[in-house]
């Protein structure tokens, strides 16, 4: 299978009538879709996606758990420390 090599951001109406951002792509062979309230929690998304996928292509990880630590401590208290915030936080520290 030739899929696109990074994923897209679109605006969806889903069949209830509510507007969100959908993250669609292909990793691994496989299709995925995931949907998002806000275009910043779309983009956090497509990026953590972009990176496993050229992980998976490449075998290199290219992310790692020992660097983290310090960016951790810069999240607001109480704040949902998902992989979202990971990016986010790293993008805003480099």
Avoid: C, Y
Avoid at 64 to 82: I, K, V, Y
């Amino acid at each position: 299978m030739d899929h696109k090599k990074s994923f897209v951001i679109s605006k969806f109406t889903n069949p209830s009538g509510e507007i969100v951002f959908r993250v669609a792509g292909w990793l691994n062979g496989k299709r995925v879709r995931k949907n998002f309230s806000t275009v910043t929690e779309a983009n956090a998304e497509r990026q953590i996606l972009d990176v496993l996928r050229l992980q998976a292509d490449t075998g290199i990880s290219l992310l790692r758990h020992e660097p983290f630590g310090h960016t951790r401590s810069m999240l607001p208290a109480g704040a949902d420390r998902s992989k979202g915030w990971l990016v986010i936080a790293l993008s805003i520290s480099h």
